[in-house]
């Protein structure tokens, strides 16, 4: 089930959604089954982001005087969206880096993760890299994307945790050596700039340790037994980047990781778990 942002959040509306703003949303049940024709049939990659954007809206942001029927047809239309275009990740990332609309931004992750949790078993292994390298190259390229909201930056942050339960180690190997390669880009002589990925690589272990290492939370055997092995392999091969990336970012901003606190520490745990390891 994809959420809506808090309402707080809307930004200023992107082309896409310059779209909807033109068309009084006084559209028909009959009038989406028209539009999921044409964008399904036609496979018309602007008509179909056109279409898109005035579901998502319609959905997740509606303008005075639409029913719930018409919000329920367009949830059903953008659901169908997901369908059909399940291996067109690409279409998703692009929806998501072109629109500057918060909840268009919002909804084309949250379509992401539901092709990762129903249908990415469909996804062969040189699918499953090209995804990977769309993901990194816009927080690599385009931060500000990312960036531009909290929610959006825990959003996309959730996001590689997903893409990392599913393919961590035996399909994206280096996938933390990615992300901690983050801090060492060009733009980050900027002092300013290199906070905003401290704080997206921060986010995405909090993630991680939320939905993968910490225990506490009751796991299906099966999740429990994968949540075992990655922990595993992530203490053999990087846990000690990860103390490193600490030891760096502890002197220069104690403010900062005070923001990211928790009751749980995922360096701490899997060192000492490490070394409980150690002397049985």
């Known amino acids: 089930m994809i959420r809506r942002p808090p309402r707080s959040t809307h930004c200023i509306s992107s082309a896409a959604s310059d779209v909807y703003k033109r068309q009084p949303g006084e559209y028909s ?13 036609s496979r018309n990659y602007h ?13 997740l ?6 029913t719930a029927e018409l ?32 909840f268009i931004k919002f909804w084309s992750l949250g379509a992401l993760e539901e092709i990762l949790k129903n249908y990415y078993n469909e996804y062969d292994i040189p699918l499953r890299k090209q995804l990977h390298e769309c993901y990194l190259q816009i927080v690599e390229k385009q931060p500000g994307v990312v960036f531009c909201s909290p929610y959006i930056e825990a959003k996309y942050a959730a996001l590689f945790c997903a893409l990392l339960n599913e393919d961590y180690p035996n399909y994206w190997p280096e996938a933390f050596t990615r992300l901690f390669s983050l ?5 980050c002589s900027n002092p300013s700039i290199k906070m905003k990925y401290i704080s997206f690589v921060l986010s995405c272990l909090l993630a991680f340790d939320r ?13 429990h037994k994968r949540s075992v092995l990655i922990k595993d392999e992530m203490r053999k091969s990087v846990v000690n980047d990860i103390a ?27 060192l000492l ?5 150690k002397k049985k």
């Open 61 to 66: 942001n509606p303008k005075p005087g639409v």
């Open 211 to 223: 939905e993968i290492v910490d225990f506490r939370e009751v796991k299906r055997a099966e999740e």
């Open 47 to 59: 008509t179909l982001m056109e279409q898109l954007a005035n579901a998502i809206l319609t959905q």
């Open 183 to 187: 801090l060492q880009l060009e733009v």
């Open 71 to 102: 919000q329920a047809s367009a949830k059903a239309y953008c659901t169908k969206v997901i369908q059909d275009h399940r291996k067109d990740h690409i279409y998703f990332f692009n929806l998501f880096q072109s629109s500057t609309d918060i």
């Open 29 to 41: 049940e009959g009038d989406w089954m028209r539009l999921q024709f044409i964008g399904t049939a």
């Open 273 to 277: 778990e490490k070394k409980k390891k």
């Open 244 to 270: 490193f990336l600490l030891q760096q970012v502890i002197p220069v901003s104690y403010t900062h990781l005070r923001a990211h606190e928790t009751g749980r520490n995922l360096v701490c745990r899997l």
